[in-house]
């Protein structure tokens, strides 16, 4: 089995991860992290966690600046095991992760095998908590299974998991993951598998902590990238839309044509403060049920603040990618 790691600029996590894998109940063949470019001392970390335990079988490779596709096959391409387990520096799986979802694949004859995430703050701050409330939430991460999913039970099919576990040989088969996608690279290769009549299971018993982003800009890009990304991967593959995703694209597509048209007529004025105010009670419904829930009430003038910024800039990335006809803005 190889574990296989895109890292970019991965200081702050990186080490935690490669502590988490070292202290597996089933050590690995090999880690291969891959570096695409970091500028912030992730590879002087690197190196030294190599020199501090020679034991560890750590491999680093140094990418020019590139993407996490083309980092994960180059990655999966130098990789020793028959088995990938695709981590992120910014995962920390629990100590049986690799035994479990390596267990899963092989006695299933699945596809791919993932877990579930248990999501902690990128922040200690209200900001930071209200964020990894909200994308463990329905309203903010719909029906996605892995992260508002059960904890028990037997593994289920889904549409795709984080943090996969494959067969390199079917990676193969289906020539990798596309490096034309800068985000939901992961979806699609998933969605390929699932082409094949192999499924995706999402097995609860597989756990992996998730850092979630810290503070209101860096979740914007992020949702925007997976906006726009996701609408690039849609032209490829349509039949894989899911209402979860269709959803935050048709509301902000509403709310921009009615504001545009409300100022040639003021009759429509009306409906776009009534679709205004429904989505305000929805979010603020949903908020006082995540604030109840954590007993964490000074986050509650927060929460609707970063649903709506999930919705707004998912929503947001998918049109401008349709409206720039795929020219990726030049701050990606």
């Known amino acids: ?105 092989q006695m299933t004859g699945a596809g791919v095998v993932g877990g579930r995430w248990e999501i ?24 996605a299974a892995y992260r508002v999913g059960g904890r028990e039970g037997p593994p289920i099919p889904v549409d795709t998991v984080p943090y996969g576990c494959f067969e390199k040989p079917l990676w193969e088969a289906l020539g990798g993951f596309n490096e034309r ?13 699932r082409c094949t009549g192999r499924p995706v299971l999402l097995d609860p018993s597989v756990v992996s902590t998730y850092v979630a982003r810290g503070d209101f800009l860096g979740l914007a890009r992020q949702y925007f990238r997976y906006g726009w990304w996701k609408a690039q991967m849609l032209k490829r593959h349509p039949r894989a839309l899911r209402w979860r995703q269709a959803i935050p694209v048709a509301f902000v597509l509403a709310i ?42 000074k986050t509650l003038p927060v929460l609707p603040l970063v649903f709506a910024t999930i919705h707004f800039a998912w929503g947001g990335g998918a049109l401008s990618r349709l409206v720039t006809l795929g020219r990726w803005p030049r701050w990606r």
């Open 1 to 105: 089995m190889s574990v296989v790691v895109p890292c970019l600029n991965e200081a702050d996590h990186v080490e935690r991860l490669l502590n988490a894998v070292r202290l597996q109940d089933q050590a690995p063949l090999e880690v291969v992290v891959v570096d695409g470019g970091s500028t912030d001392g992730t590879r002087a970390i690197l190196d030294r966690y190599r020199a501090r335990h020679p034991e560890f079988p750590l491999t680093v490779i140094a990418l020019p600046p590139g993407d996490i596709p083309v980092s994960m096959n180059a990655g999966i391409r130098r990789a020793k095991g028959d088995i990938i387990v695709r981590l992120d520096a910014h995962s920390c799986p629990r100590p049986d992760y690799l035994r479990r979802v390596a267990t899963t694949l």
């Open 181 to 193: 996608l800068l985000t939901n690279e992961d979806y699609e290769f998933n969605y390929r598998v």
């Open 256 to 297: 921009a044509l009615l504001g545009v048209v409300s100022f040639a007529q003021t009759a429509f004025i009306p409906w776009l403060m009534a679709l205004g105010l429904l989505y305000l009670a929805v979010v603020t419904v949903a908020s006082v049920g995540v604030a109840w829930q954590r007993r964490e009430w």
């Open 120 to 143: 902690e703050p990128g922040r200690q701050t209200v900001v930071g908590h209200a964020i990894a409330w909200a994308v463990q939430h329905p309203l903010g991460a719909g029906d």
